[in-house]
């Protein structure tokens, strides 16, 4: 978890490192996501709830993270920017908002970003044991088309309904 501070700018790094440096190291494992707001405040929001840090995040901070995400490249990250996230090493995505350039439909650019927010990956081993049974065909040695889905937030393990498909 620590690894994504590199992606911060130095403002914003040194909130979250003092944040983080008196915390349980139980509570940092249930961190699931970094909210930034241009000219407001750092949320870190938990499995069990959500701190705010009181610290006046400026735009330049926020340019900075974005610039540091994208290795001072921001031209070769056109798509995923687009896209509105760019995922980071780890596999952590980064939620980007702001004010889209649109044309022929297209989000073709997004200027003044506003807010950033990282969803920080987690490897949860056996989680998905319980769906194999409806995944994998295994007198054919295949798997079904399978889509999994739920509200955000509400992770993946709830119901499992397979649908058979012809496609």
Known sequence: MLEILNYFSKNISKVLKENFNGQPSEKLKTLEEIRIRSNGSIALKFAAGQEILC??????????????????????YQNEICNGYITIKGGHRVGISGNCVIENGKVINIKYISSINFRV???????????LQY?????????????????????????????????
Request: glycine fraction near 4%; aromatic fraction near 8%; hydrophobic fraction near 30%.
């Open 55 to 76: 610290k006046n995040i400026s735009y330049e901070d926020i340019l900075q993270t974005i610039q540091l995400m994208c290795d001072n490249s921001i031209y070769s």
């Open 135 to 167: 995944i994998l065909k295994i007198p054919d040695n295949s798997i079904y088309n399978t889509l999994i889905i739920s509200p955000p937030g509400v992770r993946k393990n709830y119901t499992i309904k397979r649908y058979n498909s012809k496609c």
């Open 121 to 131: 990956a987690k490897q949860i081993l056996g989680c998905g044991n319980k769906a």
